[in-house]
């Protein structure tokens, strides 16, 4: 991770990533429902459908705060956050 994380949980809070155009709803939704392992990776869900994945987000927000962004392709939303659902939530 780049910056502190209180950074990006106040872009989150203010809506400034939400409002961005055309992933600022779906990415937030998934930075705020965010998991933390215990050794410190980030882990949330998110539909795309760029190629590269995360393309756009990544200059906008995640490069920011995170180094070594991988993707790991699940075939629905629903299965993506129940192979996380036992991880703690990020934001406390």
């Known amino acids: 991770m780049r ?3 209180s950074e990006l949980r ?3 809070e203010s ?3 939400s409002k961005l155009k055309p992933f600022g709803e779906t990415l937030s939704y998934g ?3 965010a998991k933390v392992t215990n050794d410190r990776y980030v882990l949330w869900i998110e539909v795309d459908y760029c190629s590269p994945p995360l393309a756009m ?3 906008s927000v995640l490069d920011k705060y995170f180094d070594d962004i991988t993707v790991e392709a699940v ?3 629903e299965e993506g956050w129940n192979r996380i659902n036992h ?3 990020l934001w406390t």
Request: glycine share 4%.
């Open 31 to 33: 930075l705020k429902n």
């Open 15 to 17: 809506g400034i990533i």
């Open 87 to 89: 991880i703690p939530q």
């Open 10 to 12: 106040k872009e989150l």
């Open 57 to 59: 987000e990544k200059v």
């Open 3 to 5: 910056k502190e994380l």
């Open 75 to 77: 075939r629905s939303e």
